[in-house]
């Protein structure tokens, strides 16, 4: 390649222009947030839930309202109120039904005909003490609409599901001004277009602070190492060029950002340093030798970018590692970084060059580390370590006994609370219908009629149904549970005067048959069929509970289990759902992610052995890299960190991360044992020029991740922390272990 002012201008001028066509396409890309995403589609389970919903409907289609009180919700004033916000939310555009204790009637049903009897009458306060105390004695609403203080009430909203995000926002926009019309002392909400709108609002502020402290981190490091404005100004235009074209692909590719991708634009520009300084460094110890800059940046690009090339390719093969996770967000993650890291490092190579041709050599290389005698310290290090391999093995030894067994104690589990700190607004309001009104998690199962009968509705079946119920509601801790069984015991009441004893099945199979007959004519019993396919071959029992983890929710579901076999049922019973949905997809990670990395381990090794061609330099090369790795994993263990979708990513982004240095220090190595052959001195060489450079960029990279540990997301806090903390350790390892090992490796290896 010719380098040249007229090279250099061209090379900046396309950029320039790539740059702008990038910034125009970022300027139309949205945030979004969609639960389903994490489902794998081609799963069995999610066949099962595609064919449960067209059935019945979406079991995240509703909005939760708690409305809370001061004082004790059974007042004229209050109840008046509600009774009208009531009715003005099944007005707004889009709510499908709304149920509120002034919304539901008591029925008694004749042959005759219907009478309907408000369940809570507030026109008089005799009548509202009667409904009352009734309320307060009766197990069927009680704790299903009121809370455990009596100040709260729940309204339950159902809406059809938006066409797009602005059209959900639109909605809870719509309910929202409603609610505050009527002046409640305090109204919380809980429902996926509540969540939704959260974590976009959230997701874009946070990407802003996360590039923000990046961005100020980084300018620290420049500012320390390099002493100039130009050390500083230059990473930072390339790196942001980076970003721009990255976030282009994003657009080009899918169009918007989810949760995963928030994280893309930090992990870019914190991974992408590397390559910078890398190529900087290498012009300044170039400089030294020749003041002709273009003489020096040939050379420095020369000597640098198989270095570059090779870093790239095995970052970028340690992300796409995670497409076998099959999570369509995670995949996406790993896609747009891995194109991201490929355009960092042809920016690194192609334009950085191009802007250090148009600087005076002088104030590159004046005051800066990279050309600094602080390299002797680097070199005198490597001799001690080299003097004491016993003692860097069995040190590494220990640490990594203690990171085995911490790793032992990582749970597979997914809490959606845990994942909100104490600050976040959305977790407050998530805890209060937790506490107050039976848990946010929703529950759902599948019910197919006995093998002998091609209808839910037989006797067999729903006292069947009702067995399973009782289970589900006393021990699963499913609350306000809604089935074929409860329909038929509130029909049963309600053609029997509306007595409260009366909430029962009828007793023989006659009078199942007759009941049912009934209740499908009579259209006030609508319900119906939100629990059984119109063909009465499905059925559906569904409700709520308390969100308390997937590794409990897999416990349960054991016990569950074998509640259905110990008790012979034939009718057949199966869970499913958005809940159970997330459950899955967070028990196939651990083996995936686990494929993924070995996959990604044994690339690299196989990339490596190539390129050196020895196996032995090889393996030597991964070792260090599975130390941060392990200590990862080990500090997750002990730290009590789950092993979710979102902290999945932790392992193969360090491996990824990590094995780059030891590249760089190999190749150096490699062009110093070509001087005089000796090891030893060698190794001093290169830990003194090109080990500068790895500290550098491995305090830089890690600080930089530390941006995440500003998130409401727990998950991200733990990232931040978890990386930051793996390329130190993956420092000291190249640094102390990396050294011994290659001690003992022929010199002739290298230079076959």
């Not at 995240?60 to 007042?75: K, R, Y």
């Not at 069947?464 to 038929?488: C, Q």
């Not at 007759?514 to 259209?523: D, I, N, P, Q």
């Amino acid at each position: 390649m010719i380098y040249s002012k007229k090279f250099s201008w061209l090379v900046i001028l396309s950029f320039l222009v790539l740059s702008s066509l990038g910034l125009y396409m970022v300027k139309s890309l949205k945030f979004n947030y969609d639960i389903e995403s994490f489902f794998d589609k081609d799963s069995q389970q999610m066949q099962q839930y595609v064919k449960h919903r067209s059935l019945f409907e979406n079991d995240n289609n509703f909005l939760l309202i708690g409305i809370s009180d001061s004082t004790e919700v059974f007042n004229q004033d209050f109840m008046n109120r509600l009774g009208l916000l009531s009715i003005s939310l099944s007005e707004v555009d889009s709510v499908l039904d709304v149920v509120s204790p002034t919304t539901i009637e008591d029925k008694i049903v004749t042959d005759f005909g219907s009478l309907s009897r408000p369940l809570i009458q507030y026109d008089s306060i005799h009548k509202l003490f009667k409904d009352k105390e009734k309320i307060k004695a009766s197990q069927e609403y009680s704790s299903e609409l009121f809370s455990s203080d009596w100040h709260s009430v729940l309204i339950q909203v159902k809406i059809s599901e938006p066409v797009d995000f602005n059209a959900g926002q639109e909605v809870l926009t719509n309910i929202e001004h409603t609610v505050a019309e009527f002046g409640f002392d305090d109204a919380k909400y809980a429902g996926r277009i509540n969540t939704r709108r959260y974590y976009v609002e959230t997701m874009g502020q946070q990407s802003i602070i996360f590039a923000v402290i990046a961005i100020l981190l980084l300018i620290a490091f420049l500012i320390y190492t390099f002493r100039s404005w130009q050390g500083v100004v230059l990473p930072l235009i390339i790196l942001s060029i980076t970003v721009v074209l990255t976030l282009a692909a994003v657009r080009v590719g899918i169009g918007e950002v989810d949760l995963m991708l928030s994280m893309l634009p930090t992990v870019v520009f914190v991974v992408g340093v590397s390559y910078t300084v890398h190529v900087i460094s290498r012009y300044a110890e170039e400089l030294l030798k020749t003041k002709d800059r273009y003489k020096a940046i040939k050379k420095a690009i020369r000597e640098i970018w198989s270095t570059v090339a090779i870093t790239v390719l095995t970052t970028s093969l340690g992300f796409l590692s995670l497409t076998l996770i099959q999570i369509r967000p995670i995949q996406n993650f790993a896609i747009y970084n891995s194109i991201g890291i490929l355009i960092a490092g042809i920016t690194s190579l192609t334009l950085l060059p191009a802007l250090l041709l148009l600087i005076s050599p002088e104030k590159i290389i004046r005051g800066s580390l990279m050309v600094s005698s602080s390299g002797l310290k680097h070199s005198s290090l490597i001799g001690n370590v080299l003097r004491k391999p016993r003692l860097v093995i069995t040190t590494t030894g220990i640490f990594s006994v203690v990171f085995i067994v911490g790793s032992f104690n990582i749970k597979v589990n997914n809490n959606f609370l845990d994942d909100l700190n104490d600050s976040s607004l959305l977790g407050q309001e998530l805890s209060y219908f937790e506490s107050n009104f039976g848990g946010i998690r929703p529950f759902e199962m599948t019910i197919l009629p006995s093998n002998d009968s091609s209808s839910v509705f037989t006797y067999h079946n729903i006292k069947s149904i009702e067995k399973v119920e009782t289970y589900l509601r006393d021990s699963y801790g499913v609350n306000g549970i809604i089935s074929p069984a409860t329909i038929i015991k509130a029909g049963n009441k309600s053609y029997h005067g509306g007595k409260p004893k009366e909430y029962k099945l009828p007793e023989t199979q006659p009078e199942m048959i007759s009941l049912v007959k009934k209740l499908r004519r009579k259209a006030v019993f609508r319900k119906l069929e939100t629990v059984v396919s119109r063909d009465l071959t499905h059925g559906r029992i569904y409700g709520r509970g308390v969100d308390y983890g997937s590794l409990e929710y897999q416990k349960k579901n054991e016990l569950l289990n074998s509640f259905l076999g110990d008790h012979g049922l034939k009718t057949k019973f199966r869970l499913t759902g958005a809940a159970e949905l997330m459950d899955e997809a967070n028990r196939n990670i651990s083996t995936n992610l686990f494929a993924g990395i070995g996959i990604g381990i044994l690339v690299v090794t196989l990339i490596i052995g190539i390129l050196f061609k020895s196996f032995r330099l090889a393996v030597i090369s991964i070792l260090p890299n599975l130390l941060p790795v392990l200590a990862v994993a080990g500090l997750m263990g002990l730290l009590g960190v789950d092993l979710k979708v979102s902290t999945s990513l932790t392992f193969t982004v360090i491996f990824g991360i990590a094995v780059d240095d030891t590249i760089h220090l190999f190749n150096r190595l490699k062009k110093e044992l070509q001087l005089d052959g000796e090891m030893k001195p060698a190794m001093q060489r290169t830990y003194r020029s090109t080990g500068k450079a790895v500290v550098i960029t491995s305090f830089v990279v890690s600080a930089g991740f530390l941006a995440f540990t500003s998130s409401e997301f727990q998950s991200l806090f733990y990232f931040g922390i978890l990386i930051s903390v793996g390329i130190i350790v993956a420092l000291l390892a190249d640094y102390f272990l990396l050294p011994v090992l290659i001690s003992k490796v022929n010199p002739q290896r290298f230079n076959k």
